[in-house]
């Protein structure tokens, strides 16, 4: 039903509501409030200013002397004192509201509610609102929503056309899908009770009971959409026995490094997932630098030495490109008779027929590439083993897909995300997991220096240093959106290091806006050391590998999130040499001063990124895209961990029972996980 049905809603509420991406009474109804005022009980000054010194705080007063008014260049100022029942006075101050002048008499008693704040050494109310005692007496205890707003559009218009979509329109709350015996399990509140009291709850109890309902459904149709896909492959026969290759053992005895302890394990156990009875179904996590690729190469070897096809999917093109050159290289090098080939969107239609001829054909033993790996158009003769690397880039749907490609493959899928581990077991729990903790032998930390602009010569000072010796150096600047003044600004600034501090070498410029085979051209000329500067954007982020490079300096890196910071220092530090990692900002705030201390003295992804998640909260953390999961509008990622254990249980239980959701009693929530991704398309259905 469109929002315009709504009593008091116009063509231009409608536009300011789609900006919150509410177009229907139903979506509004699903705009929780994303804070509630609380009209507590009123409390005396003192006790305001002891213990709410810069809270918001109601106290029951009277108005104690005649009202002062001043005017100050910028506003009319009200001014009076207060005083409460024990006698205590306390100031007041209005700003622009001078029509409240009639309603404060000396002797006027009110509520008066507003921030206290301290000025000049003594505290003040400012802006109070008045209310009757009866007027208060009504509020008391209730929690007013407060919803995410939008310029032009106020809280009281929201809160009102919630309120009446709420009462008249029964038909857009949903119908209650959680069987019975799990939501008294759970003691869990029915749905539309908890919709409509997450808006309007008449106590703390009220809200507690309503969001606690909220966030298990959340979590719950996620973790059973997530638990059925992993039912669905540990039932799966492997069609594929893949057995262990001679030639990969002798590969990798010819390797110039030897595996690390972790990387070893994580061989065995891929191969005794590929030779048992089941289907391989498995996650390796390992933060920047771990040596996932290899790991990667081994299992797509024995796949292609038994006679099938590997398919190796990247997030860009460019790592897509790197990866390909990478494989090749390696089997040149180490005479390994198996043809590779890449696949990517921006080739050109004719290049694509030749290579989806060779997949075909079985020409193609391995196929690496972006998402086109997986698309219709790529149809393999015998295709065995899915590979995702940097799996963190590709949301839960595009996992489903690859699940319903080909018959049914082997699939491995590599993240370096570190995410703590039950959210790793919720987001991946289909997934077997391997943990790559150790980097390899002989990797010395990289040092990281946070400094501000004015020392941006110091640090190309240490560049040129690093260049003499025969080393390159990456310059990242942060596009937020590659809108076109940033993109000119990151030209202008390769141009003027170019001409300026690195004039006597080649300075490179990377940025999304390229057109594939220009970034191929500029990404093959820094692996050849034809240019020894790359100015970037983030487009080196994932995966990018250039051992040779040592320094990676970060311009703007207060626009970064700490984890994203650690993915791009893992671009240096790739080889033996000592690697450097400079942080340029010249935010000097308290948060920012943290954020460069915690990336000065931590090296492990996996403690980054919880620091990252306290100070930054999980809303910018786990972005949609990040994890794959659905927005969450109730639950909270990093205060409801306790919630997802028992969404977890609950799935669990229900499973067991009803391992496809089959029984007439959980059709409801069959539907609602169907919905979950129900935007993916024929390939998202997974139940
Ligand atoms: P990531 O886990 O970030 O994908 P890569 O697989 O790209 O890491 O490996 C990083 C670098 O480490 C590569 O240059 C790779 O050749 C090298 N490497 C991988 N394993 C080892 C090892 N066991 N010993 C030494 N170097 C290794
Ligand atoms: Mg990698």
New binding site residues.
Partial sequence: MNIQQLKGIGEKTAALLSRLSVYTVKDLVGLYPRAYDVYEKPVFVQEAVEEHASEIVSIEAVVARNVEQYSTPRMKVLSTVVRDEQGTSLKCTWFNMPFLRSSLKPGAHYVFRGQLAKKKGSFVLEQPQMYTMAAYAQLQGSMQPIYPLTKGLSNKTVAKAVKQALEKYDTCLEKEYIPVDIRSAYQLAEHNFAVQRIHFPQSQEDYLQSRKRLAFEEFFLFVLAVRNMKEKNTHRLNEYRILNDARTDKFISELE????DA?KKTWEEIKENMSGSALMSRLIQ?D???????IAVLALMNTAFAGYQGAMMVPTEVLAKQQYESICSMFEKHQIPLKVVLLMGSMTAAQKRAVYEQIRTHEADIVVGTHAVIQEKAVYDKLALVITDEQHRFGVEQRSQLAEKGTCPHKLVMS?TPIPRTLALMIYGDLDLSILGEL??GRKPIETYAVTGKLRERAYNFIQKQLEQGRQAYIVCPTIEEGDNNLQAVKQYAKQVQEGAFSAYSVGLLHGKLKANEKDAVMQAFRDNEIQVLVCTTVVEV?V?V?NATVMMIEDAERFGLSQLHQLR?RVG?GDAQSYCILVTDHVTDACRQRMQIMSRMRDGFQIAEADLKLRGPGDFFGERQHGLPPLKAADMMKDMELIRETEQAAEQLLQDDPTLQQPGNQGLRLEVLRLFAKTGENGVIL
């Avoid at 920047?288 to 290899?294: C, D, H, L, R």
């Fill in positions: 490094f030897e595996l690390t990387q390992g920047v630098g771990s040596g996932k690729t290899i370096a390899p032998n995966g590998d051992p893992g790739r």
